[in-house]
């Protein structure tokens, strides 16, 4: 499986921003796709989750009620769209895939696909 995230870049708080994370190969319906971030210097955080069968959605705390996670099956695409975006949300942002039987959706360990990452920076 590769991943192919993009729509990253710069912003100003308040502002908004998309992300698409393509897959293919030997991708399943039934997998579990989410989206990491990770700042300088710190660890590589849960962002969201979405389930590709039913598309339920998983949210940090952080980005609840401000990010949302979608997904295309038909284009093999997750999105997510942040808005009011702040400065701490500027991050490397990665996209994972097939999330191994019944582990935790929230921990990077978990996945065994990632793409390439996408750096959001939001100004102040």
């Known amino acids: 499986v590769q991943l192919q995230a993009s729509g990253g870049g710069l912003v100003q708080a308040g502002g908004s921003l998309r992300l698409s994370c393509t897959a293919s190969?030997?991708?399943?319906?039934?997998?579990?796709m989410a989206w990491f971030r990770q700042a300088p210097g710190k660890e590589r955080e849960f962002v969201a989750a979405?389930?590709?069968?039913?598309?339920?959605?998983y949210y940090a705390d952080s980005v609840k009620d401000r990010f949302t996670s979608s997904r295309d099956i038909a284009k093999n695409t997750i999105y997510l769209q942040m808005n009011s975006l702040k400065p701490e949300d500027t991050a490397v942002y990665y996209c994972?895939?097939?999330?191994?039987?019944?582990?935790?959706?929230?921990?990077?360990?978990?996945?065994?696909?990632w793409g390439q990452g996408t750096q959001v920076t939001v100004s102040s």
């Open positions: 979405i389930r590709r069968n039913d598309g339920i959605t």
């Open positions: 994972a895939s097939r999330l191994l039987g019944g582990s935790a959706y929230c921990k990077a360990d978990n996945f065994a696909y």
């Open positions: 190969g030997r991708t399943s319906n039934s997998d579990t």
